[in-house]
Every structure is written in structure tokens, then in C-alpha cells.
């Protein structure tokens, strides 16, 4: 058990793990690109240097602490061209990072293209009752299909597993996508992060889920969320956010010129911390649903819960 450290951005590794440690953790999971900076993961140093990557890996093993994942989280697949390509390079040497390392799970997202090949904005579609939607995603997944067979050759060669966070706004959103996905491109070291928090909003089981995708779940996060009183008015799929003004200190950069927008005062959920959305007997079936796949899964806490401080 341990923990995602973005949460931790506001100090340096060393303090980082040092918190992590006093709970008593023993994993830990960092970024190295993609959405948000790597501050604990200066990914150019660590690429160019045996040494840097030797006294790195000493600063996790000299506190009892493995590292366990590196995190990429992005959009791969963005037809901007601030975003998608930088955060498909981002992955490309995360991917080479971790196997020098020796960390075997890089945690990213499969990525959502634009609709055609002459848009300029990635494109998510839900629900395509109407057929041309259809069209759009056959051409996304012959988009994602090329980069994910790259991409699944390239952790291969480096004996790296990546884990797919079935994170909605991407193509992979859940298991069936997940499976949809590794058939389409015959993977072998592309698998799934099992996230639980964007499947319990979405409705789903996630014990079903993990038991669903079996072996093809690869790596863990502990993060809860919660149904609240707004899904009465704006059900699970709602776009009421509203814009976050350029000048604010602590927007919380997507892309070039991009930024997380402002939740909706009365949501239809929300990220929580762990245990306030769902409770003890739940989270023991979600272990024990883990340790069927594997015993020795990493299971990293994300802590998003704006309702507590980072503590």
C-alpha cells in the first residue's frame, strides 16, 4: 500500500516520502509528465545518468519504500499540436525511464483523437445511437490502434507494463474498451490501472470489473468517490463546469494554454477521500477481488478530495 505523490507537489521527494513513510506506506507512485509537471521526476536527468538513477532508487529503498509506478497521465492521442504530441513523447520516455529503473507499471490514459483527421480538438463520444457517431469512433481507434501497437512493442522492449486508467473523456473508459483495445492491437504488455473511482460514478461493479479483466489488471489506485444530491438534476454526464479565469494561482494546467476547469457548486459526484464514498466491507471485497489477480499488486493511494488538505 502507498501512494500517488502529486498530492505532495508542494515539497521536495525527499519530505514527500518522508510523509508517506510516518503512515506507514511502502509504495510509491510518481509523475513524469503528461498533464501536470514532475517535480518529484526529473525524467532528462534520469534517462542521461547511471548514477542519478542509482542514488534515486536509494532515496526510495534507504526509507524501506519501493517505487513502484511511474505516471504519465495525458492525452496521447490530442490532435493539438501543444498537447498530444508532447504528451505521447512524455510516455515514449516514461516508457524507456521505467525500464532502466527497473519499475515495472507505467500509469497513463489510452488517449482520445479528434473526430476525422482534420480536427483540431479531441472528440469523446458517449453515446452513439446516431450512426455517424459511429464513424468517428472507427476512425479513433484506427488512430489509437497505430500508436497503442507502438507503444505496446516499446514497453515490451523494455519488460515494462503500461496501465491504462479507465479514465472517461478517453477512448478506454471502461473494461469493455479496455479488452477492445488489447484485441485491436494484439498487446501483450498493455493492460489496466484499476482506478475504481471513475467506475463508480460511471455505475459500474468495479469487483465485477477487476474479476471481468482478470490478469489484464496490472496495477492499483485507492480512490473513492461519492453519488451526491446534484445527480438528481444533471445525472452522471453533465457539462455545467465553468471556466477558471487565466490569472488564477492555483489553476492547474492541461496543455498549452489549457487548464482544469471549476466543478459545479451541487455536482452529481465527486472525488472523495477513501472510506467516505464507500466503506470498510467494501473496500476489503475490492482487495480481495486484487489479490485473485495478483497478491502483490501495488495499490496506491490518489488523494483528489478538495474537502481535506493534503494531508
Not at 471485497?285 to 489479490?291: D, G, K, P, Q, V
Request: glycine residues 8%; proline residues 7%.
Amino acid at each position: 500500500l502507498g501512494a500517488y505523490t502529486a498530492c505532495l507537489h508542494d515539497r521536495p521527494l525527499a519530505e514527500a516520502l518522508d510523509v508517506l513513510q510516518a503512515n506507514g506506506l511502502t509504495s510509491v507512485e510518481v509523475n513524469t509528465g503528461g498533464f501536470i509537471p514532475s517535480p518529484h521526476c526529473h525524467v532528462d536527468l534520469l534517462l542521461s545518468s547511471e548514477q542519478a538513477r542509482r542514488d534515486y532508487l536509494e532515496t526510495f529503498s534507504s526509507r524501506g519504500m519501493e517505487l513502484t509506478g511511474l505516471n504519465c497521465n495525458g492525452n496521447p492521442l490530442n490532435p493539438l499540436p501543444g498537447v498530444g504530441p508532447k504528451h505521447a513523447d512524455d510516455l515514449r520516455r516514461t516508457i524507456e525511464l521505467a525500464g532502466l529503473l527497473g519499475v515495472r507499471h507505467v500509469v497513463t490514459m489510452s488517449g482520445t483523437p479528434g473526430s476525422d483527421p482534420d480536427a483540431r480538438y479531441p472528440s469523446w463520444v458517449v453515446n452513439p445511437w446516431d450512426g455517424v457517431y459511429l464513424d468517428v469512433l472507427d476512425y479513433q481507434w484506427g488512430v489509437a490502434a497505430g500508436f497503442w501497437t507502438e507503444i505496446d512493442a516499446l514497453a515490451r522492449t523494455n519488460d515494462v507494463r503500461v496501465a491504462i486508467e479507465m479514465h472517461p473523456h478517453n477512448l478506454v473508459f471502461s473494461p469493455v474498451t479496455l479488452r477492445r483495445l488489447v484485441e485491436l492491437t494484439g498487446a501483450t504488455n498493455v493492460g489496466a490501472e484499476m482506478d475504481p473511482s471513475h467506475l463508480m460514478w460511471q455505475g459500474m461493479d468495479v469487483v465485477a470489473c477487476i474479476r471481468d479483466l482478470g490478469p489484464l489488471v496490472f496495477h492499483a489506485a485507492a480512490k473513492d468517490a461519492a453519488i451526491t444530491p446534484g445527480v438528481d438534476i444533471r445525472g452522471v454526464l453533465d457539462t455545467s463546469f465553468t471556466r477558471v479565469p487565466a490569472d488564477a494561482p492555483d489553476k492547474v494546467p492541461t496543455g498549452y494554454g489549457s487548464w482544469c476547469t471549476a466543478w459545479p457548486q451541487n455536482p452529481a459526484w465527486r472525488f472523495v477521500a477513501v472510506g467516505v464514498g464507500h466503506d470498510v466491507d467494501w473496500w476489503t471485497e475490492f482487495l480481495r477481488a486484487l489479490a485473485e489477480v495478483d497478491p502483490d499488486m501495488a495499490v496506491n493511494i490518489e488523494h483528489e478530495d478538495a474537502a481535506y488538505d493534503r494531508l
